[in-house]
């Protein structure tokens, strides 16, 4: 079974340009999580998804992040325009869903954002 | 508040065992979790445990937990080279989104 994917690893870009990372969840599942670790700090929850709803974003930092999730399927993550201070790696992580015992978070490899 | 501190660096030799530490704010949190991240790769659920329990042993994993002072541990025994990664901590305080702390380097030494 394939796990969470992330697309791309790497991005580097510059600022004031536009950047859309791709999250593909474990199939059938229903969370779908978007974290951020900057610089080394603690990885920081973004948004959550169950299905192609919006269930909590307050973690996003501001206006200039769009997250959609298309059909409840995979999930993109756009920055628009990005700036220095979006630098980092963004995760993705999706689980079941369910209730009682402990809901995994399956977590992707990444994308490593550099902002120039 | 959610704030979850963790120690940055931790060096061990080959063979002896590695202790990390936690702590957390949030004493709702129904479970407590510990992630490991090896390079290139990305989290990987160690192991976790239930608020109401003290303990949890899963092969050279011991997880330590004391409500009182909100602290957690992670005790690898007989730490190998393959153990070297960066190790999370997180809590869950609404049983959803995780609350990580900054993450503990391990580094282990032949």
């Known amino acids: 079974e394939a796990g969470v994917t992330q697309f791309p690893s790497h991005s580097v870009i510059e600022k004031g340009q536009t950047v859309t990372l791709r999250c593909d969840p474990i199939?059938?599942?229903?969370?779908l999580y978007w974290y951020r670790r900057v610089m080394g700090k603690e990885i920081k929850f973004l948004l959550h998804?169950?299905?192609?709803?919006?269930?909590?974003e307050s973690g996003m930092p501001n206006n200039r992040f769009l997250a959609e999730r298309t059909g409840g399927t995979y999930s993109t993550l756009k920055v628009q325009p990005a700036e220095l201070e979006d630098s980092g790696v963004y995760f993705c992580?999706?689980?079941?869903?369910?209730?009682?015992?402990?809901?995994?978070?399956?977590f992707g490899p990444g994308t490593r954002l550099t902002v120039l | 508040g959610e704030d979850v501190e963790q120690s940055l660096f931790l060096s061990v030799r080959e063979g002896d065992s590695s202790v990390i530490n936690c702590t957390y704010t949030?004493?709702?949190?129904?479970?407590l979790y510990w992630y490991k991240q090896e390079p290139g790769a990305g989290l990987q659920l160690l192991t976790y445990?239930?608020?109401?329990?003290d303990m949890k042993q899963d092969q050279r994993l011991t997880v330590l937990l004391n409500k009182k002072d909100k602290h957690l541990s992670l005790r690898i025994a007989d730490t190998q080279t393959g153990d070297s990664a960066i190790y999370f901590c997180?809590?869950?305080?609404?049983?959803?989104?995780?609350?990580f702390g900054a993450g503990t380097t391990v580094t282990v030494r032949a």
């Open positions: 949030d004493s709702s949190s129904t479970y």
């Open positions: 445990i239930f608020s109401n329990m």
């Open positions: 199939s059938g599942h229903d969370n």
């Open positions: 998804f169950v299905k192609e709803s919006k269930q909590d």
């Open positions: 997180a809590e869950s305080p609404n049983d959803y989104k995780l609350s």
């Open positions: 992580a999706s689980s079941q869903g369910g209730f009682g015992s402990t809901d995994t978070q399956y």
